[in-house]
């Protein structure tokens, strides 16, 4: 039995305004294992009654949508609906889209060229915890992170939140999108070391899953 069969079956809401597009998403989410397309919304205010009346595990969200768009919807399906995770779906990769999505609680953002095998992978991601995002999106947080930023203040030297070097370290590998294992390897250690270096990440910044970890590093700008 693959991998994917074994997984249980995601309940998933989409939403997009173009009718054709939405028609679309849906019939290619019906052909996909794991994955069981519970409803279908026009706009972010529709997307959000839907998550209220179904309560799905994870809703689809395109972003440029009337009434209601999709950083207020998914702000406001993190804030009323905890349980339902959001990945963006959508065109756009620009920074304007895509730092917004995120700090609006999104935990996978996939441009509408993604396979249906990304698709899935994502919103499996997602409920297991991890950040669903495509590797172009990982490779812009990462020339993000890289960006020189404005001349601050002089402060203090040192990692933010009493972060030490190897901790701030495992943190931006983690924004990679890099798996404990990977992380293991990439700073030749074991894994129970880095599981160890990332739960005291999560206790001295407060942070609960990795999704959380992404948009805190690109945020302090580690």
Known sequence: MTEEAERETARVVVADDQTVVREGIVMLLGLLPGIEVVGAAGDGQEAVQLVAELAPDVVLMDLRMPRCDGVEATARIRAEHPATQVVVLTTYADDDSLFPALTAGARGYLTK?????????AVHDVLS???????????????????????????????????????TEVLVLIAEGLSNPEIARRLHVSTATVKTHINNIFTKTGLKDRAQAVRYAFGKGS
């Open 129 to 167: 915890g991890d950040a669903g995002l495509s590797p172009s999106i990982q490779r812009r947080l990462l020339e993000r992170l890289s960006e020189p930023g404005p001349p601050r203040p002089a402060e203090p030297a040192g990692p933010p939140d009493g972060l030490t070097a190897r901790e």
């Open 113 to 121: 060229d993604a396979t249906g095998d990304e698709i899935v992978r």
